[in-house]
T-cell receptor
């Protein structure tokens, strides 16, 4: 079983709509969770950390469910500029600051 | 310029040649990482380093060599390039916590 699993999509979203997707992680000992954004042919960039209590950054909301071992990301009022791949990332419990990356959810915002 | 840089950005080489990809960061981060990204696989860790002169294998180390004589540099060498090593290579660094900062990537084609 992969350490981090995501449904690759694509998720075709009308501009202005809300889109949400989850990822699941296999290691219950994981403590740190992130969403990274990757634009086509660019490097991944940190979008937001995911905290146990859930957190919001503008139109983006991240949630963590430790019991079911999943992380979610919700994007409200989608903009064309939100088109990207969103990578679910979990710390690798092997240590040394390693991270385990999901394959990403591809989001395409349609005018 | 501050940040993390990679060179070259694009490289075409022939099977059997030795190739070295460079990574340089100006933050003095302790941890540095090399990933490759291929369609269908997401980001896979090749090698990582916790400090100068300390390196360790990641998920897919075969055919690669790394060194870290200085904190700011982490070169990746393909000893004898193969077509299966055609990929996009990302270098990343981190310090406190697990957040990693990525370089712009090197697109390598092995013919």
């Amino acid at each position: 079983r992969k350490e981090v699993e995501q449904d690759p999509g694509p998720f075709n979203v009308p501009e202005g709509a809300t889109v949400a997707f989850n990822c699941t992680y296999s290691n219950s000992a994981s403590q740190s969770f992130f969403w990274y954004r990757q634009d086509c042919r660019k490097e991944p960039k940190l979008l937001m950390s995911v905290y146990s209590s859930g957190n919001e950054d503008g139109r983006f909301t991240a949630q963590l469910n430790r019991a079911s071992q999943y992380i979610s990301l919700l994007i409200r009022d989608s903009k064309l500029s939100d088109s990207a791949t969103y990578l679910c990332v979990v710390n690798d419990t092997g240590g040394n600051n390693r991270l385990a990356f999901g394959k990403g959810n591809q989001v395409v915002v349609i005018p | 310029d501050a940040g993390i840089t990679q060179s070259p950005r694009y490289k075409i080489t022939e099977t059997g040649r030795q190739v070295t990809l460079m990574c340089h960061q100006t933050w003095s981060h302790s941890y540095m990482f090399w990933y490759r990204q291929d369609l269908g696989h997401g980001l896979r860790l090749i090698y990582y380093s916790a400090a100068a002169d300390i390196t360790d294998k990641g998920e897919v180390p075969d055919g690669y060599v790394v060194s870290r004589s200085k904190t700011e540099n982490f070169p990746l060498t393909l000893e004898s390039a193969t077509r299966s090593q055609t990929s996009v290579y990302f270098c990343a660094s981190s310090e406190r916590g697990y957040e990693q900062y990525f370089g712009p990537g090197t697109r390598l084609t092995v013919t």
